[in-house]
């Protein structure tokens, strides 16, 4: 049967993941209150920002967090995209703020600098298909490490922001990874730090809706444990700062 997505409508980009659901023959509902979650087989966490949703977690009438907690222990699929991911995380980097730590990654917030330096790519997303994806990252976060039960689905050039990042300001940590994990999957949790909604590729919707449905493949690319890590450059390959801030 055609499943029905709710879209938690607290903050962020609501009506473009609505209307990616819709595109592809499902049903979408926003969701505001604990009690609507009822009446979902998945839940979708939009972009954001997760200091906001965070204060929301303590300070709220309705149990909605809780629920949701009790969603993901149903095993029900959620999917997060960019603040999703972080309000999904076990671990924020440098941050106690509150989230649904349900997922085992370690995420880092703003890792490609401040919002003037958001930017989009092309990934490269095996369990979609050959077809590079259009991926727009909006002051995304990055994965650092993901446990063992995590699929790493995507991973980015950690140079690709870090021009950006570091023309004009000083060189931090990120200089000295290779790559960062964009998108990953454990199992009922989809998360992304880009923004697929903004795009007319459905592809990681219907990845969603497969997921819901029970015919997502369970495991997105073999791997081990070492390439959940994000593995430090060699320390000859690391630029030095006055290189970087002439670009
Ligand atoms: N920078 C935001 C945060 O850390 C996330 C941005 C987004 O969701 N587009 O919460």
Request: net charge negative.
């Amino acid at each position: 049967m055609a499943s029905t997505i709710g879209v938690l409508s607290l903050q962020g980009d609501v009506a473009e993941h609505c209307r990616s659901i819709e595109a592809l023959g499902r049903r979408a509902v926003q969701i505001r209150y604990a009690r609507q979650l009822d009446s979902v087989d998945g839940l979708i966490i939009p972009g954001g920002e997760s200091t906001t949703i965070a204060k929301l977690t303590a300070d709220n009438p309705d149990a909605i967090f809780d629920r949701i907690r009790d969603f993901i222990d149903a095993d029900k699929p959620v999917y997060g995209t960019c603040m999703g991911s972080i309000f999904l995380a076990k671990e924020i980097e440098g941050s106690a703020q509150g989230r649904l730590a349900a997922m085992d990654i370690r995420v880092r917030r703003n890792a490609f600098g401040p919002q003037r330096f958001s930017f989009e790519t092309t990934l490269h997303i095996p369990v979609l298909g050959d077809e590079p994806m259009n991926a727009i990252f909006i002051r995304g976060p990055v994965i650092l490490s993901a446990g063992e039960g995590v699929d790493v689905m995507a991973r980015v050039d950690a140079n690709i922001g870090r021009l950006g990042k570091t023309a004009g300001s000083l060189p931090d940590e990120a200089a000295l990874y290779d790559s960062y994990i964009v998108m990953a999957r454990q199992n009922n949790l989809l998360v992304s730090s880009f923004h697929p909604e903004l795009t007319e590729d459905y592809r990681v919707h219907n990845y969603f809706i497969q997921m819901v449905e029970g015919t997502a493949p369970k495991r997105a690319l073999a791997q081990t444990q070492a390439e959940n890590e994000v593995q430090p450059k060699e320390a000859s390959a690391v630029p030095n700062s006055l290189a970087l801030a002439s670009v």
